[in-house]
């Protein structure tokens, strides 16, 4: 009996003995991840109205877990039969993604991530050879609304993936859904666009983004026993 309880300890103690070695050899990386929007360059070919700029910034500061930050600008023009519209602004999403592509491939570079965003937005818009109602003059055509800023914030829900392309270059995408909590109003004119959210009289918006990412590694060291030098 205490031949076994001995042999049990013995064999408790070797298995931490060698998760611990395995662990105190293991690299200790902390990275920060810049990104470039490349679909934003795309959009003016889709849709005229629009262009603009999207950078990002990822850091790990837990194991598997980034901490981001997104800016970017977006300006919007059109002419219709009706109005000139132009609007222009910029906009900021802060947020974590977890990555869980350990639990799929655990030798794999590649990042698989879900993850959650907060937006906020400040924009401006004007419209001129507009025609307004007003409650005593009747239609009044070829009026100028003036220039007016508003705000407007958001959550995201988002999934992505990384690949990783050559040496710290990674390219990826993101899926986002969008609910909007809140838009300032104005009293003359509804907004058509929203930088860095979607269409203004939307509850809620899918968003896309097809990044290429540099991986610049902070440090990296070897985690050592306690009074190891």
Same mark, same amino acid.
């Given at each position: 009996?205490?031949? =076994?309880?001995?042999l049990?300890? *013995? $064999?408790?103690i !070797?298995?931490?003995?060698? !998760?611990?070695?395995?662990? !105190?050899?293991k690299? %200790? ?6 990104? /470039?929007? &490349?679909s934003?360059?795309?959009?003016? *070919?889709l %849709?005229?109205?629009?262009f603009g700029?999207?950078v990002?910034a %990822?850091?790990?500061?837990l194991?598997d877990?980034? /901490?981001?930050?997104e800016i970017?600008?977006? +300006?919007t023009?059109f ?6 519209y132009n609007a222009a602004? =910029?906009?900021? @999403?802060?947020?974590?993604d977890y990555? $869980?592509m350990?639990?799929v491939d655990e030798?794999s570079t590649?990042?698989?991530?879900v993850?959650? @965003?907060?937006?906020?937005s400040? $924009?401006?818009h004007?419209?001129?050879?507009i025609t307004?109602? %007003?409650?005593?003059?009747g239609e009044?055509? +070829?009026?100028? /609304?003036? @220039?007016?800023?508003l705000? !407007? ?6 999934t992505?993936?990384r =690949?990783? &392309?050559?040496n +710290?270059?990674y390219?990826? #995408?993101t899926?986002?859904f969008?609910?909007r &909590? #809140?838009l ?5 004119m509804?907004?058509?666009h *929203?930088?860095g959210?979607? @269409? =203004? #009289? +939307?509850?809620?918006w899918?968003g /896309?983004?097809?990044? &290429?990412y540099y991986? *610049? ?10 009074g190891?030098k």
């Amino acid at each position: 009996m205490e031949k =076994a309880k001995m042999l049990k300890y *013995i $064999f408790s103690i !070797a298995t931490l003995l060698v !998760a611990f070695t395995t662990f !105190a050899q293991k690299p %200790d990386r902390h990275q920060l991840l810049l990104g /470039v929007d &490349l679909s934003r360059f795309v959009v003016p *070919i889709l %849709d005229s109205t629009r262009f603009g700029w999207e950078v990002s910034a %990822d850091y790990e500061l837990l194991n598997d877990m980034y /901490v981001n930050v997104e800016i970017g600008s977006q +300006n919007t023009r059109f002419k219709t039969a009706g109005y000139h519209y132009n609007a222009a602004g =910029a906009y900021t @999403r802060l947020g974590v993604d977890y990555n $869980f592509m350990k639990h799929v491939d655990e030798e794999s570079t590649d990042k698989l991530l879900v993850g959650f @965003r907060y937006g906020f937005s400040t $924009f401006y818009h004007e419209a001129d050879q507009i025609t307004l109602s %007003d409650e005593i003059w009747g239609e009044l055509s +070829n009026q100028e /609304v003036e @220039r007016n800023w508003l705000t !407007a914030n958001w959550v995201e829900a988002t999934t992505g993936m990384r =690949a990783r &392309l050559i040496n +710290n270059f990674y390219m990826g #995408w993101t899926i986002r859904f969008r609910v909007r &909590l #809140w838009l300032q109003k104005d009293k003359i004119m509804e907004p058509y666009h *929203i930088p860095g959210y979607g @269409r =203004a #009289w +939307n509850n809620s918006w899918v968003g /896309v983004n097809y990044s &290429l990412y540099y991986q *610049i590694p902070l440090f990296k060291k070897k985690s050592q026993i306690p009074g190891e030098k």
